[in-house]
């Protein structure tokens, strides 16, 4: 079993910036690509980010691509989601997610093997 505990969340203006964090407790996240899905209310919850166990590789939707910033550090056991550029529509909650693969699994919520209760993330205009 996997724990993953997200923080970083909070109220900011368009066009600025924050750090989201996930901690995992449990297990080593080496063995798992790590990633980000968000759902603003009323919404399905939708992919934003993935990254490969090691970290050489990342990917995003065209809708937050050069703002978001993913990275992980194994020898912590945390993922970070660097957010630039913020818009209000980024408003959502920010979930993190962790899966064995690393694929086209990250395109929808349903492929993942563990989640976090997520951090809320609004922006205003």
């Known amino acids: 079993q996997v724990q993953l505990v997200e923080s970083g969340g909070g109220l900011v203006q368009a066009g600025g910036s924050l750090r989201l964090s996930c901690v995992a407790s449990?297990?080593?996240?080496?063995?798992?690509?790590m990633g980000w899905f968000r759902q603003a209310a009323g919404k399905e919850r939708e992919f934003v980010a993935a990254?490969?166990?090691?970290?050489?590789?990342?990917f995003y939707p065209d809708s937050v691509k050069g703002r978001f910033t993913i990275s992980r550090d194994n020898a912590k056991n945390t993922v970070y989601l660097r957010m630039n550029s913020l818009k209000p529509e980024d408003t959502a909650v920010y979930y993190c997610?962790?899966?064995?693969?690393?694929?086209?699994?990250?395109?929808?919520?349903?492929?993942?093997?563990?989640w976090g209760k997520g951090t809320l993330v609004t922006v205003s205009s």
């Open positions: 997610a962790a899966s064995l693969s690393y694929g086209s699994n990250w395109l929808h919520s349903g492929g993942m093997d563990y």
């Open positions: 990254i490969s166990w090691s970290g050489d590789s990342t």
């Open positions: 449990g297990r080593s996240i080496s063995v798992y690509a």
